[in-house]
């Protein structure tokens, strides 16, 4: 018997994708969630304490609720019983703390029957069937959702086998002395840590980080500026998301100072090259492309599918349009459908792709 | 938000509903306008600032510019509501204004949002309902516009030429003359709502006569030759305009506004009177008088008496015999920014009152004085029986 909806991934994507469904009517029977690790937020929370991350950098609306209101300032508000994150909300200054987000990950869990749907599972291929997918052997599912995550962590190939080399999002401690490769918000948290460690920095960027609040700009988080975007060719598409991809991190005093103050007293300074420091730290992100994900690069193989520059093409609702008609729906959620929404790889972008996939769900079911 | 010019007009459409509504019932309730023109005013200002402002100005809104935004389009509103003469009070506009804002606020950062999960994303758009609500909208404005029509009071179109009065308005209506119409024999207004326009009145015991009716406009008449008053208004509440008065008779007034303390403040501006006992007088009354000249009076120009509260401003007084403006008995009186130039004393009345005063007090009256012009008048000012003048 067919079952109606199947979540390929256990991370944040996947995690908002699922309590965007329960939102949507669906009970935690309908839905199953393959993952390895029942905690959605594992692989964020080791990355995110890494980096000594303290605050999210998205703002209200950076969470796992699959409503826009309440967010976390309002929640905040209320157990604070101050209306100081209202007004840093509707200033879009409000920037929960990891453990604000964490708790509240941890709260959906509970609340949302996650656990109920959960299998540890690693699916290696989704089979194309008559009446959906087939998931190495489960189902068939009519709708599927594939949020990989990230395919692994991004090493500068000249320092893949240097011992001296950390990646930024892999725990470590500073030496005396670091280089951090890199020039986007997680180097530029790595910069701030360091100073804090008493460690001489020297940022190696071989380009000048922009300053924006958020990694794209706002527009494109809506229909005003994604509309353009949609109707952009492939090659023009794929130039832009390259593009965009570009390292920023927000502007502000907080960023500024302890870097200026350390320049000042000769324990921070830029270069292009690296220059022998006893420690290495690339913030240098995450490998790009369906090539590194087994799952999607079988998927491509075997089916085919339009790709461009190492991304899937995807409908503007982010399903595959080769694999998804009335009666099936595979869609792709994360960094992975970047190709429908530029900012996919935030909370914003699962959203993004779990209301469009709920979207799908709902007329079939009415159908 | 980063709102779609389509989403803002949807969003705009879908928020105004509840107002709108309100206003209805409020305007059913009170049998008056008001409400359903402020309503209307927001919504207009609000859908021209849209697309024409708002859209090009903020690719992206943050929540905080709700407020701001909010003050300019309160600003316009009022402003319009001014200059289009909507008869809202004004801690009931701003009352009616701010509940609007505020459940504003609340659909668009949270009902919204909370209905309809792509809402942000979507720039503000609210798909089918978004359609729905602008068609109810429509539909609500096109229904009040027709229901406006259709009460709107019938208007009559006086050809030119001579027609033999006295008209009598006994009901609510439009009198407009075409160049050249005149009545002789007067015009009496018995009913409320009564609008006269461009119309020339000869003769008549008075030349237009109100009585015991309310919410009444004159305006653009010209009146001339009457027995007594060239507009004699009593127990009424009246607005006269850019009119012209000439009367002659020892005994005559050009306009007479009395007995109407309990009513809403009559205005009588942009008027020219000349001649006749008394140009402008008010008797028990709440009245506006400005930005009229009155000239050639042979007692008083201005007269605001019997427990009148009036405000006189900015009028012009010249070549008057006895007194410019007069605030008698018991009046409270501010006068500011007239002119009151060449009063001249009335020796042969023997009257100390009449001496050529610019402006005079009288028996218990109270006159504020601010910024007046009083030149080459026998006496500037005066006071008699514990009358008090006080200047700012």
């Known amino acids: 018997m067919t079952e109606p909806c199947a979540i390929v991934g256990g991370g944040l994507a996947g995690f908002v994708a699922y309590a965007t469904l329960r939102h949507g009517g669906l009970e935690p029977s309908e839905i199953a969630v393959f993952g390895t690790d029942p905690d959605p937020a594992a692989v964020w929370r080791r990355r995110a304490a890494s980096i000594r991350q303290r605050r999210m950098r998205s703002e209200s609306d950076g969470h796992c609720l699959p409503t826009s209101f309440p967010g976390l300032a309002v929640r905040s508000a209320l157990r604070r019983r101050s209306v100081v994150p209202l007004l840093e909300s509707v200033c879009d200054r409000y920037h929960p703390t990891v453990e604000e987000f964490l708790d509240h990950v941890a709260e959906l869990r509970e609340r949302s029957g996650w656990d109920e749907s959960f299998e540890a599972a690693c699916v290696e291929r989704a089979l194309p069937v008559e009446e959906g997918f087939e998931l190495d052997g489960r189902g068939p599912f009519a709708h599927v959702l594939l949020a990989p995550g990230h395919p692994g962590l991004a090493l500068p190939p000249e320092l893949e086998h240097d011992d001296r080399a950390v990646h930024a999002y892999e725990p470590h401690d500073y030496a005396d002395e670091v280089e951090v490769v890199g020039a986007g918000m997680a180097a530029a948290t790595e910069w701030l840590n360091a100073l804090a460690a008493g460690s001489t920095v020297i940022s190696v960027r071989r380009r000048e980080p922009q300053r924006r609040p958020l990694n794209l700009s706002r527009e494109l988080f809506t229909r005003r500026g994604l509309a353009a975007f949609h109707r952009t060719g492939a090659e023009e598409r794929a130039g832009l998301l390259r593009g965009w991809s570009a390292p920023s991190y927000p502007p502000g005093r907080a960023w500024d100072e302890p870097v200026e103050r350390a320049a000042r007293e000769g324990r921070f300074r830029v270069s292009s090259e690296l220059d022998g420091a006893p420690q290495v730290i690339c913030a ?18 075997e089916h085919d599918l339009d790709t461009q520059a190492g991304w899937i093409v995807l409908a503007p609702d982010c399903t595959v349009p080769a694999l998804t008609n009335d009666d099936r729906t595979l869609a792709l959620a994360g960094a992975p459908a970047q190709w429908a929404f530029p900012a996919a790889d935030t909370l914003a972008g699962a959203k993004y792709a779990a209301r469009r996939f709920l979207a799908r769900v709902r007329a079939w079911r009415t159908r | 938000m980063a709102y779609t010019l389509k989403g803002r007009l949807e969003s705009r459409l879908a928020v105004v509903l509840a107002p709108l509504l309100a206003a209805c019932l409020l305007a059913a309730l009170i049998r008056e306008w008001w409400p359903v023109e402020l309503a209307l005013l927001m919504l207009a200002v609000g859908l021209a600032l849209d697309a024409t402002v708002y859209h090009r100005a903020f690719s992206y809104q943050a929540g905080w ?9 309160l600003a316009a509103v009022m402003g319009l509501a001014r200059l289009l003469d909507v008869a809202a009070p004004l801690d009931a506009a701003l009352a009616f204004y701010a509940g609007s804002w505020l459940l504003a606020q609340a659909l668009l950062h949270a009902a919204f949002p909370l209905v309809r999960l792509s809402y942000g994303e979507d720039g503000g758009e609210l798909g089918r309902a978004g359609s729905a609500s602008a068609g109810v909208v429509v539909t609500l404005v ?25 008209l009598v308005l006994d009901s609510e209506q439009i009198l407009v003359g075409a160049q050249g119409a005149v009545v002789r024999g007067g015009i009496v207004v018995t009913a409320d709502g009564v609008t006269v326009r ?6 008549g015991e008075h030349g237009i006569h109100v009585d015991g009716a309310e919410d009444v406009l004159l305006e653009d008449v010209t009146v001339r030759g009457s027995e007594l ?16 008065v000439d009367v002659s008779g020892r005994y005559t007034q050009g306009i007479d506004v009395s007995f109407g303390f309990d009513l809403a403040p009559s205005v009588v501006e942009g008027c020219i009177v000349t001649g006749g006992q008394e140009g402008i007088v008010t008797h028990f009354a709440h009245a506006v008088v400005r930005e ?3 000239s050639g009076t042979s007692m008083r120009a201005i007269t605001l008496t019997e427990m009148s509260m009036a405000t006189v401003e900015d009028n012009e007084v010249e070549d008057v015999l006895g007194v410019g403006i007069f605030c008698g008995d018991y009046s409270m009186c501010e006068i500011e920014g007239n002119s009151v130039v060449g009063t001249r004393a009335d020796v ?3 009257d100390l009152t009449r001496m050529g005063y610019g402006i005079l007090a009288h028996y218990g009256a109270s006159a504020t004085l601010v910024d007046n012009t009083l030149r080459d008048n026998r006496h500037a000012t005066g006071s008699f029986l514990d009358a008090r003048i006080s200047s700012e």
């Open chain 2, 229 to 244: 008053d060239g507009i004699n208004v009593r127990r009424s509440s009246v607005t006269i305009r850019d009119c012209v």
């Open chain 2, 292 to 294: 009229n000249q009155v």
């Open chain 2, 348 to 350: 042969a009345s023997e």
């Open chain 2, 198 to 203: 461009d119309v020339t009145v000869v003769g």
């Open chain 2, 142 to 166: 096109a229904s009040l516009g027709g229901l406006a029509w259709a009460t709107l009071p019938p208007t009559v179109h006086l050809a030119a030429g001579v027609h033999q009065g006295p």
């Open chain 2, 65 to 73: 510019l709700a407020l701001p935004l909010g003050l300019v389009e």
């Open chain 1, 284 to 301: 240098t992100g995450f490998k790009r492309g369906f090539r590194h994900d087994r799952l999607l690069a079988a998927l491509v193989e």
